[in-house]
């Protein structure tokens, strides 16, 4: 069955007078209750279930707007930080002991710093493969500096490996969300 199907039949049930969990064990899960009750008070403010225009939702809009051609000129970057001298999954060292002792003196205890020292490596991916990573090694990335040691590497990087229109794409990072960013 076609989401057009079942939205239509989801809104004849509710015209019918059912409520949002009638619909939803009528229709037998194949539509979440939370998404009847979306639907229900999308239908509520606008009088219409209609997604296919989704104002104000860019995922949406650009699974349905960007082509496999557009797709070819989107430039990902995100950063990660690196620490040097700490153990964050222990789950993937496993120390088999009789005794609790025993598995310490074998390195089952594991030290680490309240601050560790380490770097934040910041790169871009895109079709044509990945830029050079742009390594900051005092501190973090506030907005300031995100604009002057990023923002430059990312236009020429970006320029360079994808000519001069090309979408950068960014997370939800303070930085890159910053007004003045």
């Given amino acids: 069955m076609k989401s057009k199907d079942i939205r ?18 009528s229709l ?10 979306y639907g229900l008070k999308l239908l509520k403010v606008t009088g219409a279930i209609a997604l296919q225009d989704p104002s104000g939702c860019p995922r949406l809009w650009a ?14 970057s995100d950063e990660k930080r690196i620490d040097f001298g700490g153990i964050y999954n222990r789950q ?37 493969g990945i830029t050079r990573p742009v390594i900051i090694e005092n501190g973090t990335i506030d907005s300031d500096r995100y604009i002057a040691d990023i923002l430059p590497v990312a236009l020429k990087d970006g320029t360079q490996m994808l000519g001069n229109e090309f979408i950068f794409q960014q997370d939800g990072a303070k930085p890159h969300t910053a007004k003045n960013t």
């Fill in 8 to 25: 239509e039949l989801a809104l004849r049930l509710y015209n019918d007078g059912c409520s949002g969990n009638e619909i939803h064990r």
């Fill in 28 to 37: 037998r899960g194949l539509i979440s209750r939370r998404t009847i009750f």
């Fill in 63 to 76: 699974r349905k707007n960007i082509g496999k051609s557009m797709t070819k000129q989107i430039l990902f």
């Fill in 92 to 128: 993937n060292e496993k120390i088999y002991a009789a005794t609790r002792d025993e598995a310490d003196e074998k390195g089952a205890v594991h030290h680490k710093a309240k601050f560790p020292a380490g770097v934040m490596v910041w790169v871009e991916v895109c079709s044509q």
